[in-house]
Nanobody
Framework: QVQLVESGGGLVQAGGSLRLSCAAS????????MGWFRQAPGKERDFVAT????????LYADSVKGRFTISRDNAKATMYLEMESLKPEDTAVYYC?????????????????WGQGTQVTVSS
């Protein structure tokens, strides 16, 4: 099991930027694909982005493509999500997730470990 701690959420105006971080421990980080998901009130948890263990492959949801960038620093066992041009519809709790595989995944069932979530609120 991987322990995950997110940070960096907050309140931002539409068009603004935020960077989320996810610190991991408990498993060799470079062997662990990571992902970001988000959940708005009353909605399901949706895929946002994923990155492979060595950072070679990254995938994005269509809704965030071109605005969000996922990255990782394996030396620091930390993953990031750089969010730009934020929209009110990006408002959600953002969750960091880890997979027991170095290969990317896009479904919640692909990930075995989850962080506690961090709130991102975008005002119009």
């Amino acid at each position: 099991q991987v322990q995950l701690v997110e940070s960096g959420g907050g309140l931002v105006q539409a068009g603004g930027s935020l960077r989320l971080s996810c610190a991991a421990s408990g498993r060799t980080f470079s062997s662990t694909a990571m992902g970001w998901f988000r959940q708005a009130p009353g909605k399901e948890r949706d895929f946002v982005a994923t990155i492979s263990g060595r950072g070679v492959t990254a995938l994005y949801a269509d809704s965030v493509k071109g605005r969000f960038t996922i990255s990782r620093d394996n030396a620091k066992a930390t993953m990031y999500l750089e969010m730009e041009s934020l929209k009110p519809e990006d408002t959600a709790v953002y969750y960091c997730a880890a997979r027991n595989s170095p290969n990317v995944g896009t479904a919640t069932r692909n990930f075995e470990s989850w962080g506690q979530g961090t709130q991102v609120t975008v005002s119009s």
